[in-house]
């Protein structure tokens, strides 16, 4: 199963987290039961959301960094929940290369938000993904992660993205 459906779940899910205040668990059970068919997406979905959802502060305090210009909370709900994914998946799943990260988050946005989310998204995904680099704090791991002068890139599979 393709990353990117199992990635429009996962939005989905933390969309109806955020907009009912149901428990995380129902909300998993809800939303992402069509995926229980392949283990590994039904898992990697899983461990997104409750990785992204326990991580909210945190993430939200990176996302606050880098739009100081913009009220945090007239943000786009979904471009919002859709940032904190990316950088869920930047600061806690090694396995995933940052540019994979980045361009999944933008599809998303340009396909669930508005117009212009795509280019929001992309900045602060840049934005953050520079600061990590800068910082040192890309812990990245695995083949196809870096070009050979140390900066991320994704990884290359024939003529497809790796997802």
């Not at 899983?46 to 939200?60: G, N, Y």
């Not at 290369?97 to 933008?106: D, G």
């Not at 953050?128 to 290359?156: E, F, P």
Request: hydrophobic share 40%; charged share 30%; glycine share 8%.
């Amino acid at each position: 199963m393709r990353r990117r459906i199992i990635r429009e779940k996962v939005v989905q899910a933390l969309y109806a987290f955020e907009i009912s205040g149901d428990p995380m668990e129902h909300v998993v059970e809800t939303i992402l039961p069509g995926l229980k068919s392949n283990l590994a997406a039904y898992e990697f979905a899983r461990k997104l959301v409750q990785q992204t959802i326990a991580h909210t502060d945190d993430i939200d305090n990176v996302i606050r960094e880098k739009v100081t210009n913009w009220d945090f909370k007239r943000i786009a709900v979904l471009d919002r929940l859709i940032l904190r994914m990316g950088i869920c998946e930047l600061l806690y799943f090694k396995e995933i290369p940052p540019k994979v990260s980045m361009n999944e988050a933008i599809e998303l946005a340009k396909l669930f938000s508005t117009q212009r989310s795509g280019q929001f998204v992309n900045g602060v995904l840049d934005a953050v993904l520079n600061d990590m680099k800068a910082a040192g704090g890309l812990a990245k791991a695995g083949r196809g992660l870096y070009d050979g002068d140390g900066t991320a890139r994704a990884s290359k599979t024939k003529g497809k993205r790796a997802t």
